[in-house]
C-alpha cells in the first residue's frame, strides 16, 4: 500500500459522506446509512473473524485475546459519550449545542484504529500477510463513510454555521490519517505496545460496532430484506479476499 493513497483515501471517504448530506437533501438518507452500516457491519465482523483472529492467535501468544477484550471494552467506554454514533444513532435537535464529546470520542476511536494501519505501511507486521492490510484500510473506509455521513448530519442540525460543520468534519476526517502517521513513526514495541497488540485492540473495537451495528439493524426483531442483503454482501466481500 502506499502511504500517500492510504492517506487521501481515509479523506476522501469522510468528504464523500459530508457531501452527500450536504446535497442530497431529498434523499432518504436514514435509510441509507442504515444499509452502508450493514453492509460495513457485515465486513467488519467477516474480517474479524476470517483474517484477523486467526493469524494474531496464530503469530502470538494466546493472551491476545486479553487484547481483543480490552479493544471491545474500549469501544464499549468510547460509546458512552458518543452516543453510539458508530453504529448509526443520529440524535438530531435543531439548534443544538455542538457536542463535543462525542466529537472527542470519535477522534479518538479514529485514531486508534489508523495506528495498525500506519504499521503495516512501514512493514511490522508479517511480511506475507499483505491482504490483511487491504482488509484493514476497507474496514475502516466502508465504516468512515456512513460516520461521516451521520456526524454531518447531526453538524448541520446544530448552532453550527455550514462553513464550521465542514471544518468540523474536515477535522475529524484528518482523525484516522493522524492515527496512521502516529504508526508510521511508531518504534515497535515502543511503550511496550507491538503491532499485533494494537491490531488486536481495534479488532475488539470492529467487534462491538459490527456486532451491535448487526443487532441494531434488525426491526420487530425481524431483518428488513435490504438490510440483509447489505450484510451478506459485505460478509462475501471478506470472503472473497481470502
Request: aromatic share 10%.
Amino acid at each position: 500500500m502506499n502511504a500517500t493513497l492510504v492517506l487521501i483515501s481515509l479523506m476522501l471517504s469522510v468528504v464523500l459522506g459530508g457531501f452527500f448530506v450536504t446535497y442530497l437533501h431529498k434523499t432518504n438518507k436514514a435509510q441509507i446509512i442504515k444499509l452502508l452500516l450493514a453492509f460495513s457491519g457485515g465486513f467488519l465482523l467477516a474480517i474479524a473473524f476470517t483474517h484477523f483472529i486467526p493469524e494474531l492467535y496464530h503469530d502470538s501468544t494466546s493472551s491476545i485475546g486479553f487484547y481483543i477484550l480490552i479493544g471491545f471494552l474500549i469501544q464499549l467506554l468510547m460509546e458512552f459519550f458518543s452516543g453510539g454514533i458508530e453504529h448509526g444513532h443520529v440524535h438530531v435537535h435543531k439548534g443544538q449545542a455542538m457536542p463535543w464529546g462525542l466529537f472527542i470520542s470519535l477522534s479518538v476511536h479514529s485514531i486508534i484504529e489508523g495506528i495498525p494501519l500506519g504499521n503495516q505501511l512501514i512493514g511490522h507486521e508479517i511480511a506475507h500477510h499483505h491482504e490483511q492490510g487491504n482488509s484493514l484500510l476497507l474496514g475502516i473506509l466502508f465504516h468512515q463513510l456512513p460516520v461521516a455521513i451521520a456526524l454531518m448530519t447531526l453538524l448541520i442540525n446544530t448552532r453550527l454555521s455550514l462553513v464550521k460543520a465542514w471544518i468540523v468534519l474536515l477535522l475529524f476526517g484528518i482523525m484516522t490519517p493522524l492515527g496512521v502517521v502516529i504508526g508510521l513513526l511508531t518504534i515497535p514495541g515502543a511503550f511496550g505496545l507491538d503491532y499485533p497488540i494494537v491490531l488486536a485492540i481495534v479488532v475488539g473495537m470492529f467487534l462491538h460496532i459490527s456486532t451491535t451495528i448487526i443487532f441494531e439493524t434488525s426491526e420487530n426483531h425481524k431483518f428488513n430484506l435490504l438490510k440483509l442483503a447489505s450484510i451478506m454482501v459485505g460478509c462475501s466481500l471478506a470472503f472473497l479476499m481470502n
